[in-house]
């Protein structure tokens, strides 16, 4: 077997990472536990006690106060019962691993800040965190407070995540949406642009209305049928975004089959006549990607070799001679 692979081969991901970040109060972490449950959270903050219970309901929380329980808790049997992990808030997930770092060096003042070698051991960590979860097969979800930051006269909206991690984080995932309050509706977008970072991997729409689910007591809400509207914006987008990669491995083996076919087809032409009926014939195969410009090339390049031209007047091929 050799070691590279066609893209169409490449094993379809069945987790996902992403970073949900926004105004105060616009409802991070109640969208965040919206993902596929059984959701843990590593709450690092204390914000989810500011979440209403009745969104809780699929959820169990680790209070983190030292970094090591973390290794604590992915190594436990508890783990295994929970579908997505959430971490709230990834700018204070940094600053359990630079105390942690501090605390193992030999300078262990814990108002310093890290080094630039210590930097490069809290990326290290964090990635290797980021592995590690999405390797056992979990979901992932970064919860993140928004900053704004000025770029000459231009005002953009970043992720509360220290020094260059937030651009490290975002190398890391899949999805990254800003949520913002307009009007009465929270929104949110993972559509980057000039305004805020954004991520966009499955083609979704550029904003999206985050659905109400409280009635005014703070209870769930009922549909038109008295059903119970469940939190699940965030599972419907991880569906999303499953179905887009299972649709594109679909579309790419589609693609290198019709390649296939076309290399087949052309490899029996003998003469103009036979290349005048293939191109006819391939002009009306189905276009995926740029499989036309790809027939074009290799029906050309097969003329050539067989002495043949193409003829602009008649918009045909004959002989050279």
Same mark, same amino acid.
């Given at each position: 077997?050799?070691?590279?692979?066609?893209?169409?081969?490449?094993?379809?991901?069945?987790?996902?990472?992403?970073?949900?970040?926004?105004? *105060? $109060? &616009?409802?991070?972490?109640?969208?965040?536990?919206s &993902? *596929?449950? *059984?959701?843990?959270?590593?709450?690092? +903050?204390?914000?989810?006690?500011r979440?209403?219970?009745?969104?809780?309901?699929?959820?169990?929380?680790?209070?983190v106060? #030292?970094?090591?329980?973390?290794?604590?808790?992915?190594?436990?049997?508890?783990?295994? &019962?929970?579908?997505?992990?959430v971490?709230?808030t990834?700018?204070?997930?940094?600053?359990?691993?630079?105390?942690?770092?501090?605390?193992?060096?030999?300078?262990?003042?814990? @108002? /310093?800040?890290?080094?630039?070698?210590?930097?490069g051991v809290?990326? @290290?960590?964090?990635n290797?965190?980021?592995?590690?979860?999405l390797?056992?097969?979990?979901?992932?979800?970064?919860?993140a407070?928004?900053?704004?930051?000025?770029?000459?006269?231009? =005002?953009?909206i /970043? *992720?509360?995540?220290?020094?260059?991690?937030?651009?490290?984080?975002?190398?890391?995932?899949?999805?990254? $949406?800003?949520?913002e309050?307009?009007?009465? +509706?929270?929104?949110?977008?993972?559509?980057?642009?000039?305004?805020?970072?954004?991520? %966009?991997?499955?083609?979704?729409?550029?904003k999206?209305?985050?659905?109400?689910?409280?009635? +005014?007591?703070? %209870?769930?809400? =009922? +549909?038109?049928k008295?059903?119970?509207? /469940?939190?699940?914006?965030?599972? #419907?987008?991880?569906?999303?975004?499953?179905?887009?990669q299972?649709?594109?491995?679909?579309?790419?083996?589609?693609? #290198?089959?019709?390649?296939?076919?076309?290399?087949?087809?052309?490899?029996?032409?003998? #003469?103009?006549?036979?290349?005048?009926?293939?191109?006819?014939?391939?002009?009306?195969?189905?276009?995926?990607?740029?499989?036309?410009?790809?027939w074009?090339?290799?029906?050309?390049?097969?003329?050539?070799?067989?002495g043949?031209?193409?003829?602009?007047?008649?918009?045909?091929?004959?002989?050279? &001679?």
């Amino acid at each position: 077997m050799g070691l590279f692979k066609k893209a169409s081969e490449l094993t379809e991901k069945k987790t996902i990472s992403i970073l949900v970040y926004g105004q *105060p $109060g &616009a409802g991070k972490s109640s969208l965040a536990v919206s &993902a *596929p449950g *059984p959701v843990a959270v590593f709450d690092f +903050d204390g914000g989810i006690q500011r979440v209403n219970a009745a969104h809780l309901a699929e959820t169990e929380i680790l209070v983190v106060s #030292d970094w090591t329980e973390v290794g604590q808790a992915l190594a436990s049997e508890e783990i295994a &019962a929970f579908q997505t992990i959430v971490i709230d808030t990834a700018g204070k997930m940094l600053s359990f691993m630079d105390k942690y770092i501090i605390a193992g060096s030999r300078d262990r003042n814990p @108002t /310093r800040s890290l080094t630039l070698n210590e930097y490069g051991v809290r990326k @290290t960590m964090f990635n290797n965190f980021v592995q590690q979860v999405l390797t056992m097969g979990k979901n992932l979800v970064f919860i993140a407070h928004d900053r704004e930051e000025k770029d000459g006269e231009i =005002k953009k909206i /970043r *992720p509360e995540i220290g020094g260059s991690s937030a651009g490290d984080l975002i190398k890391e995932l899949d999805l990254v $949406g800003y949520l913002e309050i307009i009007g009465n +509706d929270r929104v949110i977008s993972f559509t980057p642009n000039e305004r805020y970072y954004a991520k %966009n991997a499955c083609n979704l729409p550029p904003k999206l209305k985050i659905p109400v689910i409280l009635d +005014d007591k703070g %209870n769930m809400a =009922k +549909d038109a049928k008295g059903h119970v509207i /469940r939190n699940t914006f965030l599972a #419907d987008i991880i569906r999303m975004y499953t179905m887009s990669q299972s649709e594109r491995n679909n579309q790419l083996a589609q693609y #290198d089959t019709l390649k296939e076919v076309i290399d087949d087809k052309v490899g029996t032409i003998k #003469d103009a006549d036979s290349a005048n009926a293939m191109f006819e014939e391939l002009s009306k195969l189905e276009v995926i990607f740029d499989s036309e410009l790809y027939w074009k090339q290799v029906l050309h390049e097969k003329c050539t070799s067989l002495g043949l031209k193409y003829d602009k007047l008649t918009s045909k091929y004959v002989s050279a &001679a």
